[in-house]
């Protein structure tokens, strides 16, 4: 290592927002930048408008933004901190995009609507992070409206999500009735007060929770009493805080807020910043990779095609984790063979591109890309030559038969199928001894069956037919030696090979993968696709 990066890299904090849409992600991300002085007023991150889309709007959506808002990631700096947030698209726009990002933040922010608890969304994005094991913090949100009972929504997300949680906060009531909440380290009450606009100094006042004449005459007779017994309960209840196991991912951190009118969205931020992990040694073939001891490496976690409808162009972000990216130098891409200067890398922002020429471990590039990277991909110095842990393939959730309407085209029809598949915004499966002329499509959003038949058509002059089937749950297979003519299931089942010829089973519900593992003694099933 020629030069030392520590201190650049130490300071960085990279996460992702995980919720259910409406919950307030992108409220609260407008807060963390007007903390951040990113932006100089709240509501600027994304048009509501472009956000808030129809399925049929995709194209013009794409057109107006020339970007998808599913690139997001925004940078800014808090405290002596380089913070970047990496968007999770939702809504339509929810993908196996949204899983990928995952793998490139080192910590998720997890919003929940006090008054919903834990959602579809919220539950599907938590798995990933599970299995990755990073740190979540949670901020239950909108408590300014009537909220679920605060111990109910705990133990919902103790029961559902299976992760222990510590209240680093307490609400004191909930909708008109909200005064605020309390400390618990501090053993204070920090008072609410309806600003509205949510202007960065809401009025807060601290009150000592022993000067009960103060804190009566703020809360009110009736909540000063609930409180003290909500917090005896919550002392003998509820788990210690400890930041290792924070930190692995064992236990959330819980604060509550209101985003919308900026109550308690700056503490959270700072707890949030401290607790948080810099970016953390990674996986390689070779060992773990040390952040600061390593030149410069990345890995591609996404590649955005038709930026520039044009020139067919093709952005290819890449997560670093080691060392410093220096745009006058050239890299090495692994899985390529080749030494490469990268191609106008730039940052992309909530709505514009920033061309970028340095930047270090935890920060997000995105690269032009002539075709060359797939997701997963590894780039480093010249000298090196290391790959990165493979991204897994996540479980699409909806499927298709693909029917092409002019047989006549089949060269082209497979080379886009194939192209568009690699790229990673579909996954394509055959039907066991069958070749290419039965395709299957399994997508996460079904937004993506609309782009793959807007991008045959527009960019390979291929119309075809969707046909939508049952199937809603995929298992891979992980034995190796599976005899996959022998296994039985139920006959719903079908058994199709993704491409690169592994063997899974799709199945119409929840039931028949039970009666499948029943009926097959040894077989292993897993929700993830590894290579
Ligand atoms: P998302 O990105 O997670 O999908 O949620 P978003 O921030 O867009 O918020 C969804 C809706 O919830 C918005 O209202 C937003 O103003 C509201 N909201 C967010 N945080 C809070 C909060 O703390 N308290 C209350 N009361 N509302 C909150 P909308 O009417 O759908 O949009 P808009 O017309 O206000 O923009």
Redesign the pocket.
Known sequence: MSQDYTQEINRRRTFAII?H????????TEKFLLYGGAINLAGSVKG?AT?RHAVSDWMEIEKERGISVTSSVLQFEYGGYCVNILDTP??QDFSEDTYRTLMAADSAVM?IDASKGVEAQTRKLFKVCVMRRIPIFTFI?????DANDTFELLDEIEKELGIATCPVNWPIGSGKSFKGVFDREKGCILTYEDTQKGTREGETTEIALKDGETARSFVGEELYGRLLDEIELLDGASAEFDLGQVRKGELTPVFFG????NFGVEIFLQHFLEMATPPLPRRADIGEIVPAEREFSAFVFKIQANMNKAHRDRVAFMRICSGKFDASKEVRHVQGGRTLRLSQPQQIMANERKVVDEAYAGDIIGVFDPGIFSIGDTVCAPGESFAYEGIPTFAPEHFARVRQIDTMKRKQFVKGITQIAQEGAIQIFQELNYGMEEIIVGVVGVLQFDVLKYRLENEYNVEIKLENLPYEHIRWIENRDIDMDRLTGTSDMKKVRDMKGNPLLLFVNAWSVGMTLDRNEGLILSEFGRD
């Open positions: 919720s849409p409406d919950a307030g992600k992108t409220t609260l509501k956000a939702g809504h919003v949100n909108k408590m300014d409206r209101s985003a919308l009118t």
